[in-house]
């Protein structure tokens, strides 16, 4: 059954930012803003410069999105800089998986409804990572000299605004994105470290933490730092942890779900370190239960993204081989005991990779437990399905089960059985 931690991870780093507001709502999209609003007149122009105007109706907020396409050469991106006036919240470029504009879709729609009130899929279906994010008014992010983010010849990216508006006058919010671009002197590719805890429950009435621990399997230079949470969330902490040395003090915080902190500082990770991080939550006042979900009402989200060079495999980036989940004191066994008790369906509702019961389980366990329960029902479930059903994570409840686990998988049982304490 859980197998599918490497899938999961993939999946949702498809998804992870689709939601960074509450709730959206369509908007109209202008022909400009006034001249108080127009904000700096001295911006790069050129095909990868990109500007999104909206009147902001007051009191309220938009969430609106527009592909582009980058140039017909293929290159790299080697910074970024963007401006933006009042009413304006924050700003996303994504990279996708369409591989050109598709007809009549390239205007400005709500990022939830793609452009044509939602016969086709929304935006947000094609994301498939970060380019350039700013939660900063006025911003530049230079990469380091020979470095550089590649991109396809006509590659689409997808341009995302969230527009906030809390006063009483309507807004003339202007964005102006733009990337610089090299189709030479990029000796090295750049990439993106996009972790995605798919555990994650959040008791109403109660505080709560989700945790997640990603090796990092070769030498990297990581030159900016951010994080995700939904609306419960208040704290996110990442630490560099040596192989075998836990740090005490994290290297980025942020505390502010909405905007959260975007740390350009500059830092080495040798290979064999881990990236450490955890999510706080807050829902003491809410009478709703949330577990980890691509929706901003209903789930919960707990992110940590990087920038850093030379690019990794893209399961190293997505940390298919987290090793640590669990904020909890279960130890392996009572969480496989647990696991047993819950139903054999393999993914939760509304797309959620995992449901309810595996999320609440794994969250209660030790981190330590990850490794080896995660070894155990691999093994189980690619030898012992027919025995153990669908889950394969049965181990105990048939004699047939039993056998087949003893048989096929005894040293990853007793790795489990014997892990007693928490690390």
């Known amino acids: 059954?859980?197998?599918?931690?490497?899938?999961?991870?993939?999946?949702?780093?498809?998804?992870?930012?689709?939601?960074?507001?509450?709730?959206?709502?369509?908007?109209?999209?202008?022909?400009?803003?006034?001249?108080?609003?127009?904000?700096?007149?001295?911006?790069?122009?050129?095909?990868?410069?990109?500007?999104?105007?909206?009147?902001?109706?007051?009191?309220?907020?938009?969430?609106?999105?527009?592909?582009?396409?980058?140039?017909?050469?293929?290159?790299?991106?080697?910074?970024?800089?963007?401006?933006?006036?009042?009413?304006?919240?924050?700003?996303?470029?994504?990279?996708?998986?369409?591989?050109?504009?598709?007809?009549?879709?390239?205007?400005?729609?709500?990022?939830?409804?793609?452009?044509?009130?939602?016969?086709?899929?929304?935006?947000?279906?094609?994301?498939?990572?970060?380019?350039?994010?700013?939660?900063?008014?006025?911003?530049?992010?230079?990469?380091?000299?020979?470095?550089?983010?590649?991109?396809?010849?006509?590659?689409?990216?997808?341009?995302?605004?969230?527009?906030?508006?809390?006063?009483?006058?309507?807004?003339?919010?202007?964005?102006?994105?733009?990337?610089?671009?090299?189709?030479?002197?990029?000796?090295?590719?750049?990439?993106?470290?996009?972790?995605?805890?798919?555990?994650?429950?959040?008791?109403?009435?109660?505080?709560?933490k989700a945790g997640m621990r990603c090796p990092i399997p070769q030498n990297i230079t990581v030159f900016g730092s951010g994080s995700h949470l939904h609306a419960r969330g208040v704290g996110v902490q990442a630490y560099l942890d040596k192989a075998t040395t836990p740090a005490t003090t994290p290297f980025y915080t942020s505390t502010n779900w909405a905007s959260p902190t975007v740390d350009t500082t500059s830092f080495s990770v040798t290979a064999g370190s881990y990236i450490r991080y955890y999510c706080d939550y807050d829902n003491t006042q809410g009478t709703s239960e949330y577990i980890q979900g691509p929706s901003a009402e209903v789930n919960e989200m707990c992110m940590f993204i990087g920038m850093y060079y030379p690019a990794m495999d893209t399961n190293d980036e997505e940390c298919a081989n987290g090793d640590e989940f669990g904020t909890g004191t279960n130890t392996c066994l009572q969480t496989l005991t647990t696991l047993q008790t819950c139903p054999e369906e393999s993914t939760g509702p509304e797309g959620i990779n995992y449901t309810e019961c595996v999320q609440k389980a794994f969250v209660d366990s030790c981190p330590n437990v990850a490794a080896p329960l995660v070894s155990f029902l691999n093994c189980s479930q690619a030898s012992c399905t027919t025995q153990c059903g669908t889950g394969g994570d049965d181990a105990g409840t048939s004699s047939a089960c039993t056998q087949c686990i003893t048989a096929n998988c005894p040293s990853q049982y007793l790795a489990c059985e014997n892990l007693t304490g928490c690390n």
């Open 1 to 208: 059954m859980l197998r599918g931690v490497k899938k999961t991870v993939a999946v949702f780093a498809a998804l992870s930012l689709s939601v960074l507001a509450c709730s959206s709502s369509k908007g109209t999209t202008g022909s400009g803003a006034s001249t108080a609003d127009a904000g700096p007149t001295a911006f790069p122009s050129g095909p990868t410069t990109w500007t999104m105007t909206e009147t902001v109706p007051a009191s309220s907020e938009v969430f609106l999105c527009q592909y582009v396409a980058m140039p017909a050469t293929a290159g790299w991106v080697v910074g970024g800089q963007n401006d933006f006036t009042v009413g304006s919240h924050h700003l996303l470029l994504y990279k996708t998986d369409l591989t050109a504009i598709p007809p009549g879709e390239d205007a400005v729609g709500d990022c939830y409804e793609g452009t044509d009130g939602g016969a086709t899929p929304d935006f947000m279906d094609h994301i498939r990572g970060v380019v350039y994010p700013s939660a900063t008014p006025v911003q530049t992010v230079p990469y380091p000299a020979g470095v550089g983010l590649p991109y396809a010849a006509n590659e689409v990216y997808l341009f995302q605004v969230h527009y906030l508006n809390a006063t009483g006058s309507d807004i003339n919010a202007v964005v102006n994105v733009h990337l610089d671009t090299a189709t030479s002197g990029v000796t090295t590719n750049s990439g993106v470290l996009f972790f995605y805890d798919p555990f994650i429950d959040v008791p109403a009435n109660a505080t709560a």
